[in-house]
């Protein structure tokens, strides 16, 4: 089973020169100890609306700021609230995914490029994650509607179930704001609630899309029918 990586995002502006990242959390990030030959988190900072990224390893971990090498040619300055993905170097890549088998991490990100990409479950294939626009969409894992909140299992999923969902819990992967879109199997329901701009009900097949709005903290839907 692919191992997740963890998603946090930074509480203040970075220089391209600074060498300590303030996040939200610093949960699943730790430092190497050279004596144990452990090995330290890594790093993939991006920022809201990009894709490219930047890779940094984690030096020390002092509350929730966090000490950090970056890499000369590679670093450049960082907006509060950029995404972060941290987990072990080996979780991360510079090629993509091919073949028919899960890999070792989700999502699987290629640094180079800074496309993600999750495998389905449903096609049992490697189809693109949130943000990566290099090939069609493909179905991932269905989710089941909630009397709370969902987590979206890619940018394209099918949501079975009548129950009234209240909120979108952000993904990993999608902490830029990325959109996602529901094919739904089933009529249920969204309030305005949490992080919902609008209340609305679904269309069995009619694809329903959200997007994240910056402005407002809302997902916003395509459709209120």
Same mark, same amino acid.
């Given at each position: 089973?692919?191992?997740?990586?963890?998603?946090?995002?930074?509480?203040?502006?970075?220089?391209?020169?600074?060498?300590?990242?303030?996040?939200?959390?610093?949960?699943?990030?730790?430092?190497?100890?050279?004596?144990?030959?452990?090995?330290?988190?890594?790093?993939?900072?991006?920022?809201?609306?990009?894709?490219?990224?930047?890779?940094?390893?984690?030096?020390?971990?002092?509350?929730?700021?966090?000490?950090?090498?970056?890499?000369?040619?590679?670093?450049?300055?960082?907006?509060?609230? $950029?995404?972060? /993905?941290?987990? =072990?170097?080996?979780?991360? &890549?510079?090629? +993509?995914? #091919?073949? @028919?088998?899960? *890999?070792?991490?989700?999502?699987?990100?290629?640094?180079?490029?800074?496309?993600?990409?999750?495998?389905?479950?449903?096609?049992?294939?490697?189809?693109?994650?949130?943000?990566?626009?290099?090939?069609?969409?493909?179905?991932?894992?269905?989710?089941?509607? $909630?009397?709370? /909140?969902?987590? =979206?299992?890619?940018?394209? &999923?099918?949501? +079975?179930? #009548?129950? @009234?969902?209240? *909120?979108?819990?952000?993904?990993?992967?999608?902490?830029?704001?990325?959109?996602?879109?529901?094919?739904?199997?089933?009529?249920?329901?969204?309030?305005?609630?949490?992080?919902?701009?609008?209340?609305?009900?679904?269309?069995?097949?009619?694809?329903?899309?959200?997007?994240?709005?910056?402005?407002?903290?809302?997902?916003?839907?395509?459709?209120?029918?």
């Amino acid at each position: 089973m692919a191992t997740a990586l963890t998603q946090t995002t930074t509480t203040a502006a970075v220089s391209a020169s600074a060498t300590v990242i303030p996040l939200t959390s610093v949960t699943g990030i730790s430092a190497g100890v050279v004596t144990s030959g452990t090995v330290g988190t890594q790093l993939y900072v991006v920022d809201v609306g990009q894709t490219q990224g930047e890779v940094m390893n984690v030096l020390s971990v002092s509350g929730l700021n966090v000490t950090v090498t970056r890499f000369p040619g590679q670093a450049v300055s960082h907006a509060s609230g $950029a995404m972060v /993905l941290a987990g =072990p170097p080996n979780l991360f &890549f510079g090629y +993509n995914p #091919t073949g @028919a088998t899960d *890999g070792p991490a989700t999502p699987w990100v290629n640094t180079y490029t800074g496309q993600q990409w999750l495998f389905s479950s449903v096609t049992g294939t490697w189809v693109p994650g949130f943000g990566n626009t290099q090939a069609p969409l493909g179905v991932t894992t269905l989710v089941a509607s $909630a009397a709370g /909140l969902i987590t =979206p299992s890619g940018p394209l &999923f099918h949501v +079975n179930g #009548t129950n @009234a969902i209240t *909120g979108i819990t952000v993904p990993v992967g999608a902490a830029n704001g990325a959109s996602f879109s529901i094919i739904p199997d089933a009529i249920f329901t969204w309030t305005a609630a949490n992080n919902l701009a609008l209340a609305g009900t679904a269309v069995v097949n009619k694809l329903l899309t959200f997007t994240y709005d910056a402005t407002n903290s809302k997902w916003v839907p395509s459709y209120i029918a």
